[in-house]
């Protein structure tokens, strides 16, 4: 395991090192269990929920191969509303059963896209993306954000990151 989780630590404290951990594992399910633990730790006793996904975007944007766009769409009333991301700038609201994250959104089941142009309705905030994951983040029975991940490589999320990526919106959903 590659987590050097006394730098995590001092990630509470204004030490220097704070961001300077890396996560690299011969493996996906272990690399997705370090990456939890890491989360888990990042948003250990912060209640800031918009402090807690901006370090959760920069976490997985650093660790994940292939993707281009790591980030947040919150439930503000009925309505997605961008929130801390990776990446280039992205479209600012959208309409819960539109695009990917509508569907995730309205069905509040994970969207694995293999291919974004093969889904209609997808919206293109980044011309470079070919595939996406989104997973709705539930609290208490309520849609508090999803999380979206794009690749610039079709094909790119597999039943593991899958599972992975549901690990950490329930780790989130708890955190924001
Ligand atoms: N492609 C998404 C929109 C969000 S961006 O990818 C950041 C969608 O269709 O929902």
Redesign the pocket.
Known sequence: MAIRSGLLRSARNDGEDMYDFKIAAADSATMYRDLASALEGLVAGETDGIANMANAAALIWETLPDVN?V?F?RNIGGELVLGP?Q?RP??IR?PFG??????AAATRQVQRIDD?HA?A??????SA?ES?I?VPMVRDGELIAVL?I?SPRKSRFSEEDEAGCVRLSEILAKAV
């Open positions: 766009w980030g769409y991301f990446g992205a479209c959208i539109q695009g990917v994250c509508g569907a974004v889904f309705g997808h919206i293109a905030c980044d993306s996406e989104v979206d794009d």
